[in-house]
């Protein structure tokens, strides 16, 4: 398999980033994103929308860099999946 692909939500739930929001984490966020990536890191979508309130730049980083972390481990299972 080349380099899979994964989506994972983020958003700033209660002041804290949190990588896979649930729906009443989700509805309540003050900040939610969706982040389509490569395992490797590359970039396929990003979309972010200030909810409650508006972010900084290091916030909207600390959502990406999260985000990364969730999508290579998804990547790692789509990768071993496809070694079974």
């Known amino acids: 398999m080349p380099d899979p692909v994964a989506a994972v939500?983020?958003?700033i739930y209660a002041g804290q980033?949190?990588?896979d929001l649930d729906y009443p984490e989700d509805?309540?966020?003050?900040v939610d994103g969706n982040f389509?990536?490569?395992g490797g890191g590359r970039l396929v979508e990003v979309q972010?929308?200030?909810?409650?309130?508006?972010?900084s730049r290091a916030q909207m980083d600390e959502?990406?860099?999260?985000?990364?972390a969730g999508v290579?481990?998804?990547?790692?299972?789509?990768?071993?999946?496809?070694d079974a």
Do not use: H, K, W
């Not at 972010?48 to 972010?55: K, L, N």
């Not at 290579?72 to 496809?82: F, G, K, P, S, V």
């Open 36 to 38: 389509v990536m490569t």
């Open 63 to 68: 959502l990406m860099d999260l985000a990364a």
């Open 9 to 11: 939500s983020c958003g």
């Open 72 to 82: 290579r481990e998804l990547a790692a299972i789509q990768l071993a999946a496809a």
């Open 17 to 19: 980033p949190v990588l």
């Open 48 to 55: 972010m929308s200030a909810e409650g309130a508006t972010f």
């Open 27 to 30: 509805s309540e966020a003050g």
